[in-house]
């Protein structure tokens, strides 16, 4: 996910395109990144906030390792035909991470404000976690421990 998931981005792994979504995986539209089919290796966030992505990817000829940074920025500059303001309060809603099943860290989950997908604006805001829960500690949050 970028941006506190205003894009969604999948892959298959011998691909030229990745697939984003901005409205939370109700429609997938293909972006073209490569023109020989490497095989993807890795795709994360290139910086916590942005629509930028680091794909990693091998050559299959050669094996050479291919490093390609996608800006998604200009993909959603169409936004700003919709509307001249940034995301307004009524354009976000209130998503809990689940807290059983493993969604608890440390102790804690958490409630986040996310842009609403059918929301036509830029997500800008900076902090989106709104309420920190506590949840039951478990020994998987050591990363290690003993069975007696």
């Keep these: 996910m970028l941006n506190f998931g205003m894009v969604i981005l999948s892959v298959d792994m011998d691909t030229n395109y990745i697939n984003y979504s ?13 023109t020989n089919k490497p095989k993807i290796l890795y795709m994360g966030r290139f910086t916590e906030t942005s629509q930028k992505a680091l794909i990693v990817a091998k050559e299959t000829k050669t094996n050479e390792i291919l490093f390609k940074i996608v800006d998604l920025s200009q993909t959603f500059s169409f936004y700003s035909t919709y509307t001249d303001n940034d995301c307004g309060k009524n354009d976000y ?4 991470l ?3 099943d493993g969604f608890c860290h440390l102790g804690h989950g958490y409630k986040m404000m996310t842009r609403q997908p059918q929301s036509h604006c830029v997500d800008t805001m900076k902090w989106h976690v709104v ?4 949840c039951k500690c478990t020994p998987d949050f050591f990363g290690w421990y003993t069975v007696l």
């Design 22 to 34: 901005s409205d939370e995986a109700v429609t997938w539209n293909p972006y073209e990144i490569f």
């Design 93 to 96: 809603h209130s998503w809990e």
């Design 98 to 100: 689940p807290i059983s």
């Design 131 to 134: 309420e920190i829960l506590k």
